[in-house]
């Protein structure tokens, strides 16, 4: 298993402001993923955090918007750039080991922006 | 495109049996996953089937038919705590996971 905290939990952002989220897992992990949830909704992946080099972005993402790091093995930070409302969402980070096929999620934070 | 389609939502009793279904179209297939989420909770790993036929664990059952493009999740013996939304998901050739649309289970007394 593993387990993952996530900082803020939640917050309430202005618009056109930036908010950087933590993610630290309590072990080393082969891979961290960054996903986009709206209440209700299912869960849109975002990018993987590759360590030592730049992430891998889906399409619709991109990194101006969402850049992110991962410096080592057990922690990633997700930054939001120049909000908007739209951003409004619960942003979750998930890891995997290799060889298995769980996924393991933090608890998300829960951003509003007015 | 890539799509996992579910039901949006199922009610049942507690102590009833209850089948969530999932159909698939992706491109490339290495299994099927279900997660469970709590309202304000985490998803988390419920089952994963790589081949064909059902995998039982505990209360809860996975079926998979890969010629059908076809999975369901089965919970039996219905209990309040698992009110929830589950949600199938897809390994797809690129390794990762493809969430499905999720199904919100509500279960009543």
């Known amino acids: 298993s593993a387990v993952i905290s996530q900082k803020p939990s939640r917050d309430i952002c202005q618009r056109g402001t930036s908010l950087t989220i933590q993610c630290q897992v309590d072990?080393?992990?082969?891979?961290m993923f960054w996903y986009r949830q709206q209440p209700g909704q299912s869960l849109t992946l975002i990018a993987t955090?590759?360590?030592?080099?730049?992430?891998?972005?889906e399409s619709g993402f991109v990194i101006d918007k969402f850049p992110i790091s991962r410096p080592n093995l057990t922690f990633s930070t997700l930054t939001v750039s120049n909000m908007s409302p739209e951003d409004s969402s619960i942003y979750l980070c998930?890891?995997?080991?290799?060889?298995?096929?769980?996924?393991?999620f933090g608890p998300g934070t829960r951003l509003l922006v007015l | 495109g890539q799509s996992l389609e579910q039901p949006s939502e199922v009610t049942a009793v507690e102590g009833a049996i209850v089948q969530i279904n999932c159909t698939y179209q992706?491109?490339?297939?290495?299994?099927l996953s279900w997660y469970q989420q709590h309202d304000g909770g985490a998803p988390t790993f419920l089952s994963y089937?790589?081949?064909?036929g059902l995998e039982e664990t505990g209360r809860f059952s996975s079926f998979l038919s890969r010629s059908d493009s076809y999975g369901y999740l089965l919970l039996q013996e219905l209990q309040m705590k698992d009110s929830a939304s589950y949600f199938c998901?897809?390994?797809?050739?690129?390794?990762?996971?493809?969430f499905g649309t999720g199904t919100r289970l509500q279960v009543f007394p």
């Open positions: 998930s890891v995997e080991r290799k060889y298995q096929e769980t996924q393991y």
């Open positions: 072990s080393q992990v082969t891979m």
């Open positions: 955090a590759n360590q030592g080099s730049e992430a891998t972005y």
């Open positions: 992706t491109s490339g297939f290495y299994g």
């Open positions: 089937n790589a081949l064909d």
């Open positions: 998901a897809v390994r797809d050739h690129t390794d990762k996971l493809i």
